[in-house]
């Protein structure tokens, strides 16, 4: 693994932001737009050095648009399998997928990579 590399931090939109019934499913967009906006001013609570974040997005909240800080990427289909492709992608450089999805975290933890829940990134 690639030390000095910036940690790669993939983030699970549609399960980050179901992870509060706080009537996200009337704006699914306007919920990703919230996360990405938290992202960009927050970072990733406990991460203090370098890191790409990057914001996977399907179904209603696709064509959210990146902003300094965080890389949006519309999955072409389903958002799991964009992840795994972007954790298998990352060649030597650390990465945290941030998912409570037990098979995602099952699939890219084959890859090498850490997980962790969305309270990482939303608290409740």
């Known amino acids: ?12 939109a549609a399960n980050v932001v179901g992870s ?15 996360l990405r906006d938290r992202l960009a001013a927050d970072g990733v609570p406990g991460h203090s050095g370098p890191t790409d974040i990057v914001l996977v997005v399907e179904g209603a909240a696709r064509g959210v648009e990146s902003v ?11 958002g799991d399998d964009h992840m795994v492709t972007l954790v298998a992608r990352a060649g030597d450089r650390p990465v945290l997928v941030i998912t409570a999805d037990r098979e995602l975290r099952h699939r890219v933890g084959e890859l090498g990579a850490a997980v962790a829940g969305p309270r990482t990134v939303r608290p409740t």
Not at 70 to 75: D, L, M, P, Q, T
């Open 1 to 12: 693994m690639d030390e000095n590399a910036p940690l790669l931090v993939i983030v699970d």
């Open 20 to 34: 509060v019934p706080d009537g996200w499913w009337r704006d699914r967009r306007g919920a990703a737009e919230r």
């Open 68 to 78: 300094p800080g965080v890389r949006v990427e519309s999955a072409p289909g389903s």
